[in-house]
């Protein structure tokens, strides 16, 4: 009775596979077509970023039946310098966010609000944040990334080898550029809820690529002294044999992101979902394919510049050279 291989362990046992490695170019042009792109939509559009960080005033209208018109004629009365931006949260909420104002302003607009549309004072959660403290949070966030990016490197250097440092870091800000630029191109707003849901992309993407990472060190350990495969070859089959499982891992954790983005955010219309659960979904997405495609193909072209890969890649091709000699029918 024959046993039935599944596709996940033809992968692993090399019997099927696919050329991740040697086909970086391929992977090179479509990541630098989305970092293009994100560069354009940054510099075209520029990130939208929320009070929390330039500063600015919002009021959130507690009361079902008020339209995005009729709260942006209501802000036209109360002559607010700018051009406020006015969304609905949800179906009984209406918020509005203006640049900053000062006491006066500010008292203005909670008067006429609450004469327009006949609610309380109370009802209308007013948050006034000044630049200062936006620079700070700013700041703050910047230092936090930092940090990470830093921790990382001296973690991976210690565990692994620095070059697989090197690889993991380009992989990481490979996924950052393109997450935000993607944030830049759709206009959503860069809130806290965003800055967390990219140190948790961060760490995702970081973990898919230690994963990989781990397969190729073993993969390739006293590779140099064999004259079978070379560096590449090894890394390659390190990255199908871990294929399936980072699959697996990203379809499981991008159902629950999904579930959040679209029915949270979409459905229940809350916006702090909103902000963390974009985020997060493009970031999985692309923290998945940086690990296969990115990470793995950069790590073995630096590897492969060394002498002693060198020295091994050619003493494969001699190897196969004399295979196939062998194996040739004789004139």
């Not at 909420?93 to 006949?118: C, E, H, M, P, Y």
């Not at 490979?174 to 806290?192: K, N, Q």
């Not at 961060?202 to 495969?229: H, M, P, Q």
């Not at 979409?266 to 902000?275: M, Q």
Request: hydrophobic share 50%; aromatic share 8%.
């Amino acid at each position: 009775m024959t046993t039935k291989v599944s596709f996940g362990d033809r992968l692993y046992r090399g019997e099927k596979s696919f050329n991740f490695v040697n086909n970086r170019k391929r992977w090179y042009s479509l990541s630098a077509i989305l970092i293009i792109a994100s560069i354009f939509a940054l510099g075209a559009k520029g990130l939208e970023l929320g009070i929390e960080f330039k500063g600015g005033s919002e009021f959130v209208l507690n009361q079902s039946g008020i339209t995005v018109p009729e709260a942006r004629a209501a802000m036209e009365k109360a002559n607010v310098p700018g051009d406020p931006i006015v969304q609905t949260v949800g179906s009984s909420k209406v918020r509005i966010q203006t640049g900053a104002l000062t006491n006066a302003q500010s008292t203005k607009v909670l008067d006429v609000l609450s004469s327009t549309f006949s609610i309380a004072k109370a009802d209308i959660d007013t948050r006034l944040i000044g630049p200062s403290w936006g620079k700070e949070i700013t700041r703050k966030a910047l230092t936090a990334l930092l940090v990470f990016l830093l921790i990382i490197i001296i973690f991976l250097s210690i565990a692994f080898e620095p070059k697989m440092a090197i690889a993991a870091i380009i992989a990481l800000f490979h996924d950052v550029f393109i997450t935000v630029g993607i944030y830049a191109l759709i206009g959503f707003e860069v809130t806290p809820a965003t800055v967390i849901g990219f140190l948790t992309i961060l760490g995702y993407s970081l973990y898919d690529t230690v994963v990989v990472f781990d397969k190729v060190r073993e993969n390739t350990r006293g590779i140099a002294g064999g004259s079978r495969y070379t560096y590449s070859d090894a890394a390659n089959l390190a990255v199908n044999q871990t294929l399936v499982r980072s699959i697996n891992t990203s379809i499981v954790a991008l159902l629950p992101v999904g579930a959040i983005l679209f029915v949270g955010a979409g459905v229940l219309g809350a916006g702090t979902l909103k902000d963390l659960s974009l985020a997060l979904f493009i970031g999985l997405a692309v923290g998945t394919y940086s690990s296969i495609c990115v990470a793995t193909p950069f790590l073995a072209a630096m590897r492969e510049r060394e002498p002693a890969m060198r020295a091994l890649a050619k003493r494969v091709q001699n190897r196969s050279s004399k295979e196939a000699g062998v194996a040739s029918p004789q004139g």
